[in-house]
């Protein structure tokens, strides 16, 4: 065998002819000339040093090379066929483990519901939620999409704005039974306040519109865990600033109540965000098309 490197076509071809049982066959079956096909065979044999085909007037024969070479050529040939079209079934096809990178915080339950419809329209689709509050390199980590809080860093990514979230001040009804009357921002002073301390452990400054004011508190509690801050408001523990988007289940049930309506501080955009790529899969274009509308709901805009 000479070091040219394999050309695949001409294997291919040797393949069609030998199946064939004959390069006329071959030739019809394929749209090509014999002359092509006997052109291709001899290169072939002649770059691995060995003769495939013994050709007569009648008939054509596998030498024992060439019958070895078959059964193993046959069989990779066939392996490469059947990996290109689960790749073309997978342009077209929802398929295979789609891995989702979300802030821990917004693991609810509406949130599943939108993730089991999905899966329920692509029953080839396995889906894994990562969720850390660290922004994980995407492509490093082998993630599809990520669901991203806050403002976005210059990146490849690609990113779609699917709706934002307001910190607003909430408290557990059952504080406000016995808690000071709360009419306007300044009144907060009179309250346990319960610090995100990112967000401030001795002022809060509330905006409605173009108003825009700093007010001192009395804290209660600080912390730069957010899931704690709410676990003090859910335990009647004061007055909290939280993403109206994790408060939503328990303002339905009437448990929180969204306190100085209009005012909030910090105002942060949601966004999905995937990395660029010159075809997208269809577990991920469907998951985009489909997913970001339902998730759109759940963020006010």
């Known amino acids: 065998m000479n070091n040219q490197h394999p050309d695949l076509n001409d294997t291919l ?19 090509m000339p014999t002359s092509t096909l006997s052109v291709r065979v001899a290169r072939l044999e002649q770059r691995l040093g060995v003769t495939l085909l013994q050709r007569t007037t009648r008939r054509l024969r596998l030498t024992e090379a060439g019958q070895a070479y078959l059964h193993q050529a046959a069989r990779g040939l066939d392996e490469i066929l059947q990996a290109e079209a689960q790749l073309d079934a997978g342009r077209h096809e929802a398929q295979g483990l789609l891995r989702i990178t979300l802030p821990i915080d917004m693991g609810d339950d509406q949130l599943l519901g939108i993730l089991t419809a999905y899966r329920a329209r692509h029953p080839g689709v396995a889906v894994e939620l990562v969720f850390s509050d660290a922004r994980i390199d995407l492509v490093e980590q082998g993630l599809d999409v990520a669901l991203r809080a806050g403002e976005l860093a210059d990146s490849s990514l690609i990113a779609r704005q699917i709706g934002q979230a307001r910190w607003a001040p909430f408290a557990h009804r059952d504080y406000l039974k016995s808690a000071p009357a709360l009419r306007q921002p300044r009144d907060l002073v009179q309250h346990a306040a319960l610090c995100f301390s990112p967000l401030g452990r001795d002022s809060w400054t509330l905006m409605r519109g173009k108003a825009r004011v700093n007010v001192p508190l009395r804290s209660a509690f600080a912390a730069n865990d957010m899931r704690l801050i709410r676990r003090l408001a859910l335990d009647a523990q004061g007055v909290a600033l939280l993403p109206d988007y994790v408060c939503r289940r328990e303002v339905d049930q009437g448990a929180l109540v969204p306190l100085l309506p209009g005012w909030h501080a910090r105002t942060d955009p949601i966004h999905l965000v995937y990395p660029g790529q010159r075809f997208v899969p269809a577990k991920l274009r469907h998951f985009i098309d489909e997913v970001a509308p339902a998730l759109s709901s759940l963020f006010e805009r």
């Open 13 to 31: 071809v040797f393949v069609r002819v030998a199946q064939a049982g004959g390069f006329s066959a071959a030739a019809r079956a394929m749209g």
